[in-house]
């Protein structure tokens, strides 16, 4: 079965980086659009970033320009690294295929 296991978030001031790691197995990697996506303390959940199978990617406005969503379709690994991290951007962040999405990794952002 699909299973993704997040890692490489922690507590990191502001303007500091992280770079977030999935592990994946049970499916097709290589052809499988992948999604970055958050969920902050009393707050839905969100989108963040997506690849496609070609590499291409979208991003959510208020992260454009600091995330860079990445593949590795040799070691079936989905990344974010995220610059110039804010306070805003305080979250458990989860790797989704479709509707299955990992147990995340928590991000918090303060001094």
């Known amino acids: 079965q699909v299973q993704l296991v997040e890692s490489g978030g922690g507590l990191v001031q502001p303007g500091g980086s992280l770079r977030l790691s999935c592990a994946t197995s049970?499916?097709?990697?290589?052809?499988?659009?992948m999604n970055w996506v958050r969920q902050a303390p009393g707050k839905g959940q969100e989108f963040v970033s997506n690849?496609?199978?070609?590499?291409?990617?979208t991003y959510r406005a208020s992260v454009k320009g600091r995330f860079t969503i990445s593949r590795d379709n040799d070691k079936n690994m989905l990344y974010l690294q995220m610059n110039n991290l804010k306070p805003e951007d305080s979250a458990v962040y989860y790797c989704?295929?479709?509707?299955?999405r990992g147990r995340g990794t928590q991000v918090t952002v303060s001094s």
């Open positions: 989704v295929k479709d509707t299955v």
């Open positions: 049970g499916f097709d990697f290589s052809r499988a659009i």
């Open positions: 690849i496609n199978t070609n590499g291409g990617t």
